[in-house]
Structure formats: structure tokens, C-alpha cells
Nanobody, 121 residues
Framework: QVQLVESGGGLVQPGGSLRLSCAASGSIFSINAVGWYREAPGKQRYLVAGINSGGSTNYDDSVKGRFTISRDNAKNTVYLQMNSLKPEDTAVYYC???????????????WGQGTQVTVSS
């Protein structure tokens, strides 16, 4: 059984920082591209940062210069370093892997359960 587990969310003051982790567990051979998405109440979920298997990254304009996505392939973990947080960054953050190759086959469009980030004074 493969799981994507997000962690690192919480309550932080404006201007503060958090680092989210997305750890994949199970008999995994490789993970292709991974994205961090966020969903605020009443709004659609959308991609804020992505990283492909080669390490190339992309960011939504709203987080450029403040968020950094990275990955540790040996640990099957992707990180999202979030700095200079703003109240509008408040949302549930989800990680998504577009393709995971496992001992038993290939999984597509795989989601974690989400972690809440609240930016408030």
C-alpha cells in the first residue's frame, strides 16, 4: 500500500515560515512529478509549486520568491519551504504525485490527505 503523508502545517504569524513535507511510503521504485496544491474555504484547489523528476521547478505567481519546493529522492520526500507567509496563504495544502512506480504497478494522480496552514496574528 502506498501512502502520501503531508506534515508540517500549523498556525503561524504573518511573516513567519513553515516547512511542509510530503513523504511517500510503500514499495516505491520511483516518483515522477510532484506538486503542492492548496485549497482555501470556498475556493478551488490549485497548484502552487511543482517539481519534476529532474528537479525542475515551477511556481504560481502568488508564491514566487517566497516558497521553495525541493525533493529528496532517497527519502521519497518532497518539501515546501514557505517564507514570508501572508494571511492569504491560509489553506489546506495537498501534495500530488502524477505517477508513482511501485513493486505492484504504476499509480497515477495520487493525493495525500492534506495539512492545514493558518497564517494569522
Amino acid at each position: 500500500q502506498v501512502q502520501l503523508v503531508e506534515s508540517g502545517g500549523g498556525l503561524v504569524q504573518p511573516g513567519g515560515s513553515l516547512r511542509l513535507s510530503c513523504a511517500a511510503s510503500g514499495s516505491i521504485f520511483s516518483i515522477n512529478a510532484v506538486g503542492w496544491y492548496r485549497e482555501a474555504p470556498g475556493k478551488q484547489r490549485y497548484l502552487v509549486a511543482g517539481i519534476n523528476s529532474g528537479g525542475s521547478t515551477n511556481y504560481d505567481d502568488s508564491v514566487k520568491g517566497r516558497f521553495t519546493i525541493s525533493r529528496d529522492n532517497a527519502k521519497n520526500t518532497v518539501y515546501l519551504q514557505m517564507n514570508s507567509l501572508k494571511p492569504e496563504d491560509t489553506a489546506v495544502y495537498y501534495c500530488n504525485a502524477d505517477k508513482i512506480t511501485t513493486e505492484w504497478g504504476v499509480l497515477y494522480d495520487y493525493w495525500g490527505q492534506g495539512t492545514q496552514v493558518t497564517v494569522s496574528s
